[in-house]
């Protein structure tokens, strides 16, 4: 089978023989080249010996030449495959708890701060001025997560939890010391909110690079954090007034911010440091559709969802049912399991997307239940058990979401930026709207709390129905 022979020096040629030196142990693919090997010279010339040729085989670059980089790094995670386990990813829960603890919690808590405002600190305002606090704070939280994503994505976790902690501790204790409507703004809608943005992108971010097959769980897990806050804090802040006052009941829940922050501080850490540079905010991600629809679901579902937990104490007391205060106690409570089964689920039986879908559909349903509860404390706290449950999954599943549809794990934080700031812009319209419409009409209230829920599940339904068109051919890109 000799193509050609030719006079030339020994070392640089090779002789190739079809029969003896391919290696036929070498997988046959487009991935690998079976190698020769050079046998020993005997004679100024040797023959080359065509090989038999290989279809789809592709050559491997020439050991001489630098690799062809053209495809980019991977687009898993740094660090390689998730370890889903262990007692670094496990301390990352541990830490990811404490900081949902520390900012979802003081927002599920925002109720008492409303009674006891309206009541007592600002009471010639409106419950529409006054819940502006709560809905700024959480605003900050949910949209200063676009700035401080790709610092994340950058590989400097720690430094936005250090920073974001000292950031809450800070704003609360301004808190304490506020007497007039702009100081709470400042201190309490603004400065927390910031700290807490830090903190949260941190938790839902770091997580996915520690978590695959448990990724919901984890992230369920950390997110009941801020149910047992929204139990807590409140309870705290009841009773302490009461005995020492206002201030030194919000410098407390200040205190245990202190202490308890100090885990995720410690424990929060990269997997690994990105490799190479990167874009500081890469614009294809907003080129992906159903990336874009899920964005639109969150915006809708945090219209709606958080309208309970600001006013649930108030429409208990205007409806003259007992244990006004626990209903915002109840709500929490539902939302632990709320926030940690349907995460088992999704990890085990159901894409997070479809268990998502059900659970907003559900926390709709009751919304608009909610209408015909006037005079029952039993139904109030059934209904307030259940909503609980069926809005926690909301949070809890959001990042679970994001990340079983990203395209490239290196811009998760980048991602969960921009869908908070989706969800940010609908609180900044839900609660005030809310608080405006339920001195005239609760029922309107409640059904605007119902109708904007129906738009998120919706949404969540197209946001599947597009991703899955997507996978099996179909263009989930905008141009694509």
Known sequence: MAFYNMHTP????????AK???????????DGWKPFHSGPATDSYQTLTAMPESPSTTPLPSPGLPPDTSKGPPKGPPGGPPPDGGLDAWLQVLGGYFIFFNTWGLINAFGVFQTYY?????????????????TLTSFMLCASPITWGPIFDMGSPRLLVISGSAIVVFGMMMTSLCTEYWQFMLAQGIVVGLGGGCLFITATSILPSYFSKKRALAMGIAASGSSLGGIIYPFIITNLQESVGYGWA????????????????AVIKPRAKPPGRRKIFDTSILKEIPYEIFNLATFFGFVGQYIPYFFIEQ??????????????TFLN?????????????????????????????????????????????????????????????????????????ATDMRTIGTRFGINMFAGAIGILIGSPVGGAIFPHSWPAAQAFCGVTLLCSTLSIVATYVVWQHGKTGGHSKLGG
């Open 333 to 405: 409570v539902g939302s632990i399991p709320g926030r940690i089964l349907p995460s088992l689920i999704a990890d085990k039986y159901f894409h997070p997307l479809k268990v998502l879908a059900t659970c907003t559909g559900c926390a709709t349903i009751l919304a608009f239940c909610w209408i015909a509860i006037k005079h029952s404390k039993g139904g109030l706290i059934v209904w307030c058990l259940l909503y609980g449950f069926c809005s926690g999954a909301f949070v809890s599943l959001q990042g679970a979401a994001v990340a079983s549809m």
């Open 315 to 328: 429409y208990a007391g205007d409806h003259d049912i007992d244990m006004a205060f626990y209903m915002l």
């Open 118 to 134: 309206s009541t007592v600190l600002l009471k010639d305002m409106s419950n529409s001025s006054i819940s502006w606090i709560g």
């Open 10 to 17: 020994q070392q640089s040629l090779y002789s190739l023989d």
């Open 20 to 30: 003896t030196d391919w290696d036929a142990s070498r997988p046959t693919t487009a």
């Open 250 to 265: 919000v410098r407390t829940v200040a205190f245990i911010a202190l202490a308890t922050l100090a885990v995720p501080c």
